[in-house]
Structures are given as structure tokens and as C-alpha cells.
């Protein structure tokens, strides 16, 4: 059983994030699967990382993939079986990667037993594990409304009442409130546990204590009591990994979540610095450019006002966002340069890594038409949004920037045909680009994307500064540059990025940090995503997306 002994294990870890129906198809029926993911553990194994999350397998209808779940305690066919989650455990275990389950806690799907048998009347014993309210067809209770548009309420007519869905209308909110619904919860983590897995990532764990009446979804009045109970009957049995989703996480309600007595969570998702292209009062779709300054401000507040009180989880991409190498970086003349330096940029930081699928070879964005695109909301918003007068142009555009389908394109892993993800027809069609970007062309290759995630990866286990160091962030007004330091008694680290696509000077502040080394002992230049190691232009110059990560022994 995959379980780590030391208390904080998850300090010194690199976590991967698997899209299961995405990742590696094994029978051909265009559907990546659990034993399709077996395959791929050596692959895994030498990248380096310590854990897999596995994004839901658990029986689901799959109206929402896989976050509708209609059986907690078993496997949605598509993806395999029970007996293959066992073997996943068992293999994966041998490679010394633990197994992080997605858990979707907030609501079920509504084929689930206990929808099912909530809808046969008010009177039944399973009525009240979900939210509902009185009313008449046609007059929601209230005005809230659904994350994937439309209302928050959906009328069933035998029962006269409205069942309230935060997400889709096949996934009612479960009812928390309800101690019945808490036991059953405890008891099927508990189930899990028992085989074998790691620990779970908790799916917007920050909304189960909504109150309606008050519209209240995100951090409700009993959410940190509902968290304690949960992490005290199951979480606190052992050294489990749990990570917290929580998309309304300031520094101040992180620090309950994640801190370091266990009471809670070991570490935080949250996702401040990933919406900052977004134009406050709009929607996330609305179009808007990076405010720089303002990133380093908030990644740094992070870093600083967590850092020994509570454990940050550090990320640019998920099953949820765009490619950062089309966001933020540069998918054309600088993919591999841009990739290379958000990649040290982040890993550099105190918390727990999590790599995305693909995002260690730079896989890019992608540009559907729009009868191509699977994800739920994408389809809503182009239909919505046409309906309201846009035209298909920005529609196209705010979806080629944002779709989650960005992320959910097959994985790349040679130059075959579908890139060696099927040899069937893929669910979603693979990005076209998979001929230059795949695996198959990084993995031996010292100068690759992959390669550069590999080195980070394995800095995060040698270097103690990585876990354990203080950050200062340097040239906090310099329009171009991301710089900053991490330091213990014994250890320090220097951080240079050039953020964009044009030559720079390297500021002063940062000539000042490898200086004062310099004369005590010697700074080594331990990364640069340059091939000539940084030796372009000398310190005092930053090419297009150049990065350095100095190191220095007191």
C-alpha cells in the first residue's frame, strides 16, 4: 500500500495530473482508460514524480466527464473496471508513485442511488441528502444561478419542489447539513483509502456549505466545521495527501485550509494568480491582458504570507484551463524557450508542484471549429453568446483562448497516427501540431521541454531551499522581469525569468544578489533554457524568455 511514512512527504513532491480519458487509450475505442494509464507508469516513473491525480474514473453518466458521479465505489466502464483500479494501485505502487483520487464531494450525478431514491417522495429517508425548496413551476425560489448557465433550480413536477445544482442540471448538490450524508461520505473515503490510495484532491471542496437562502455558495457559514469533521474521521488516519480545491481561498481562509497541525487539508488549490487576465465585474471569457506587475504581487503574497503557517500548491495548468504555453507564454518562435522558463519560474517556488498532461512536452492550445469542441461549457457559451448578439468571430476567439477542451486534447506521444493515443477514433480530435510536439521526440532528448521538467523535478528532492526556503521577490516594478530568491540558513537560490518575447536588461537588483555570492563562495548557474547556458550575452543581458535558476552554498 502506497502510503508514505514522514509526516510531510508531499513537501519534497512533484504531483501529475492525469485526464484519464485523454492520457493513453488501450482497446482502441478512442477512450483513454486505467490500463491505457498502466502502460504509461514507466514513462512516469522516470519524469520523476511522485504522485498521480487522477481525474474522476468513478461510475458517471458523464454529462459533466466524470464530475456527475453516479457510484463512488466503482468504475465508470469506459475507463475499465474495479480490478484494473486495483492493478493501477498495485503497479503504480511499484514505481513508486502513490494514486490521488479526484473527489467530488458538493454533488452527485443524478442517476446516482440516492437522487433516485430522493425523487420516489418527500417522505423517503434519501429526500433529504439533497437541497430542495418549495415552490410552483415557473418561480425558482430564488435568482442564483448555474455555473453553466441557466438557473440554479430545476422543477420536479411529482414532487412539487425544486432541487438546487450549482454545476449542471445532472448533478444536485448534496446536502450537507444532513449528518447522514457525512457518515456515508466518511465511510466510502474510508473504502478507498483501505486500497490502497495516496490521498485525494477534494473538487470544489469550498462550496459544500452553501446556503440558498442567503445565496450563498462559496465559503458558507459551516464550511471549516464540515472540513475538520471530514479530516479528523479520515484524512488524520494516516499521512494521507489532500489538496483543497477552493476557487474563493484568500491568504487568510488558506491558512485554516492547509495548516500545518492537519486539522484541515495539507495544502491549498487555490486560484488567484490564474484569473488575473480576467476583467473584473465580466466574465471569465471576456478578453483581457496580463496585468505583470500585478502577478508577481500576487504570487509573492502567496509565498510570503503562507510560508510557515499553511502549504500552497503551485500550477499553471489543469483539466479546467488553457495551455500556459498559449496563455501566458509563446507557442510559436519561443514554445520551447517560453515553456521552459514558466516551468522554472513555478518549480522554483515553495509548495507542491502539479504538472499537467502534456504540459512537460509544451503541448499548445488548439483552434476547433465549432461543431468540434465536447466540454459543456464551451458549447453553452457559444450557443448563449450567439443568442445575445456577439458575433461567431469574438465568440471563436474568447473560446480558442479558453476553452477547457484546450487541455483535454489527446495526449501527444509520438508522431503516429492520433499520436499514439488510439488506434480507434479519439473522443475529441488531437491537436494537429502532435507531428512536432510528442513524447517520443523529448524523452531522450537533454535539451527538451521534458528534459527540463525532468531536472526540476529532481532539484525539488536534492535541494532543501526548494521546500524549506524563504521567498523575496526582487525588482518588484520591473516591467519585464521575474526575479526573486529563496534562502535557509545553509542555502540559497536566485530566480531570473524574462516574462516576455524581447531582449532585456538583467536588473541591477539581481546582478546585486549573484555579486555579493559571488565574493563569498561562488554561485552555480544549476539551470538555463538556453542551450549555451546562459552564456549568451553574459549577466547583464536577458534574451526573449530566458530563465536562469543560480544556486549557492553558504
Known amino acids: 500500500m502506497f502510503m508514505k511514512q514522514e509526516k510531510d512527504w508531499w513537501k519534497r513532491a512533484v504531483i501529475y495530473q492525469v485526464y484519464p480519458r485523454s492520457f493513453q487509450d488501450s482497446n482502441g475505442d478512442g477512450i483513454g482508460d486505467i490500463q491505457g494509464l498502466i502502460g504509461r507508469l514507466p514513462y512516469l516513473e522516470k519524469l520523476g514524480i ?3 491525480w487522477l481525474s474522476p474514473v468513478c ?17 465508470d466502464p469506459m475507463f475499465g473496471s474495479l480490478e484494473d483500479m486495483e492493478q493501477l494501485l498495485a503497479e503504480a505502487e511499484r514505481h513508486g508513485i502513490g494514486i490521488l483520487m479526484d473527489l467530488v464531494l458538493n454533488h452527485s450525478s443524478d442517476e446516482h442511488r440516492w437522487f433516485q431514491e430522493a425523487l420516489k417522495g418527500r417522505e423517503n429517508p434519501y429526500h433529504d441528502y439533497y437541497v430542495w425548496r418549495d415552490g410552483a413551476e415557473g418561480e425558482y425560489p430564488n435568482d442564483m444561478r448555474s455555473v453553466f448557465g441557466g438557473p440554479a433550480w430545476q422543477w420536479v413536477p411529482e414532487l412539487q419542489q425544486y432541487y438546487f445544482h450549482q454545476f449542471s442540471v445532472k448533478q444536485p448538490d448534496l446536502n450537507w447539513e444532513n449528518p447522514k450524508v457525512r457518515r456515508e461520505i466518511y465511510d466510502m473515503i474510508h473504502w478507498w483509502l483501505d486500497k490502497g490510495v495516496a490521498g485525494f484532491r477534494l473538487d470544489v471542496i469550498d462550496q459544500i456549505a452553501k446556503d440558498p437562502e442567503l445565496k450563498v455558495t462559496c465559503n458558507g457559514p459551516r464550511l471549516h466545521e464540515f472540513i475538520r469533521e471530514l479530516s479528523r474521521e479520515t484524512f488524520q488516519k494516516g499521512h494521507y495527501l489532500t489538496v483543497g480545491e477552493a476557487w474563493g481561498a484568500d491568504v487568510e481562509r488558506a491558512k485554516l485550509y492547509s495548516a500545518p497541525d492537519g486539522s484541515e487539508f ?7 494568480h490564474i484569473c488575473l487576465d480576467q476583467i473584473p465585474g465580466k466574465e471569465k ?10 502577478l508577481k504581487a500576487v504570487l509573492a503574497k502567496w509565498q510570503t504570507e503562507l510560508y510557515g503557517c499553511g502549504w500552497n500548491s503551485l500550477f499553471w495548468n489543469n483539466h479546467d484551463l488553457p495551455r500556459i504555453v498559449s496563455r501566458w507564454g509563446n507557442d510559436g518562435e519561443y514554445r520551447e524557450e517560453s515553456a521552459k522558463m514558466l516551468a522554472l519560474l513555478l518549480h522554483g517556488m515553495q509548495g507542491t508542484p502539479f504538472i499537467y498532461q502534456g504540459e512537460e ?8 471549429r465549432p461543431e468540434e469542441y465536447r466540454d459543456i461549457e464551451t458549447v453553452n457559451l457559444y450557443r448563449e453568446r450567439l443568442e445575445a448578439g456577439y458575433s461567431q468571430e469574438s465568440v471563436m476567439e474568447s473560446i480558442y483562448a479558453k476553452s477547457r477542451d484546450n487541455a483535454r486534447t489527446p495526449m501527444q506521444w509520438d508522431d503516429s497516427e492520433n ?3 488510439t488506434g480507434g477514433t479519439p473522443w475529441i480530435q488531437v491537436n494537429p501540431n502532435y507531428r512536432e510536439i510528442n513524447a517520443a521526440k523529448q524523452v531522450e532528448d537533454p535539451g527538451s521541454v521534458w528534459s527540463f521538467y525532468r531536472k526540476l523535478i529532481e532539484f525539488r528532492k536534492r535541494y532543501s531551499v526548494l521546500a524549506e526556503g524563504r521567498f523575496a521577490l526582487l525588482c518588484r516594478e520591473d516591467p519585464r522581469v521575474f526575479a526573486y530568491t529563496r534562502e535557509t540558513t545553509e542555502e540559497k537560490l536566485l530566480v531570473i525569468c524574462n516574462f516576455f518575447g524581447e531582449e532585456t ?9 549573484y555579486d555579493d555570492a559571488e565574493a563569498q563562495q561562488g554561485m552555480e548557474l544549476l539551470l538555463s533554457n538556453y542551450s549555451d547556458n546562459g552564456k549568451g550575452h553574459g549577466r547583464e543581458r536577458l534574451r526573449p524568455y530566458e ?3 543560480y544556486y549557492f552554498q553558504k
Do not use: H
Not at 495539507?266 to 488567484?272: A, L
Not at 471569457?285 to 500585478?294: E, G, Q
Open 50 to 52: 511522485d504522485c498521480i
Open 59 to 75: 461510475r458517471s453518466p458523464q454529462d459533466d466527464n466524470g464530475y456527475d458521479i453516479s457510484d463512488y465505489q466503482d468504475i
Open 266 to 272: 495539507s495544502m491549498v488549490f487555490q486560484f488567484e
Open 285 to 294: 471569457w471576456d478578453l483581457a491582458p496580463l496585468p505583470f506587475l500585478k
Open 361 to 368: 512536452l509544451g503541448m499548445t492550445n488548439v483552434r476547433f
Open 419 to 421: 499520436a499514439g493515443f
Open 505 to 513: 536588461d538583467c536588473p541591477a537588483e539581481c546582478l546585486a544578489v
Open 547 to 549: 530563465a536562469r535558476m
